[in-house]
């Protein structure tokens, strides 16, 4: 199993609708979950991190993590085209120094 | 969050040659790192750039390829070297904040001719 693993979609939802966007991890990681979001041709931009069951909130943003069940989801209310990007999700590794280890990354798409 | 800065944003280079590449930072931070991304891949670290002592290269990236300086705590520079096309990516720095959370620099577009 890979450390963090990521649907690579492309997923597509219609303008207004939420989108779900779902990663899993290994026991390899350590508690600490990112999103980033990465337009085409841009760096990835820190959207929400994570660090305790449950869920945290931040505008039209809303980050899961369940232990237990070893994911981490982000779901976006109010889809908006502007929401197109890849997501890309990320978890610091256990004992290495402040690594990240990176999904391989949702593509989304937002119709109007 | 930090400001982060890369120089240059893009080049191309012929075989063989060498880039190298600066990362810059408006405030003091710790802790430097060094990515790639191939093209439409997921983000792979080369190596943590840490001021005062030798960058930490991850599983199969080598100093002679990628050597690392980390002059102070608000610059650092990652050189690639006898570059080939298979090196064409985008090459990109973060830094981790206090909050435990990294943000990365805008990148350098790399393509190897």
């Known amino acids: 199993q890979k450390e963090v693993e990521q649907n690579s979609g492309p997923l597509s939802v219609p303008e207004g609708a939420i989108a779900s966007l779902n990663c899993t991890y290994s026991?390899?990681?350590?508690?600490?979950f990112f999103w980033y979001r990465q337009y085409s041709g841009k760096s990835p931009e820190l959207i929400m991190s994570?660090?305790?069951?449950g869920d945290k909130e931040d505008g039209r943003f809303t980050a899961q993590l369940n232990k237990a069940s070893q994911y981490v989801s982000l779901l976006i209310r109010d889809s908006q085209p502007s929401d197109s990007a890849t997501y890309l999700c990320a978890a610091r590794g256990y004992n290495q120094g402040g690594k990240l280890i990176f999904g391989q990354g949702t593509e989304l798409s937002v119709k109007p | 969050s930090a400001v982060i800065s890369q120089k240059p944003s893009r080049d191309i280079c012929q075989r063989g040659t060498s880039l190298t590449i600066q990362c810059q930072v408006d405030s003091q931070v710790t802790m430097m790192f060094w990515y790639r991304q191939q093209p439409g891949q997921s983000l792979t670290l080369i190596a943590t750039a840490n001021q005062g002592s030798e960058a930490t290269y991850e599983s199969g990236f080598v100093i002679d390829k990628f050597p690392i300086s980390r002059p102070n705590l608000t610059f650092s520079t990652l050189t690639v070297s006898n570059m080939s096309p298979e090196d064409s990516s985008i090459y990109l720095c973060?830094?981790?904040?206090?909050?435990?959370?990294?943000?990365f620099g805008p990148g350098t577009r790399l393509t190897v001719t």
């Open positions: 026991d390899r990681v350590s508690q600490s």
């Open positions: 994570i660090y305790s069951n």
């Open positions: 973060s830094v981790e904040s206090g909050e435990d959370e990294q943000y």
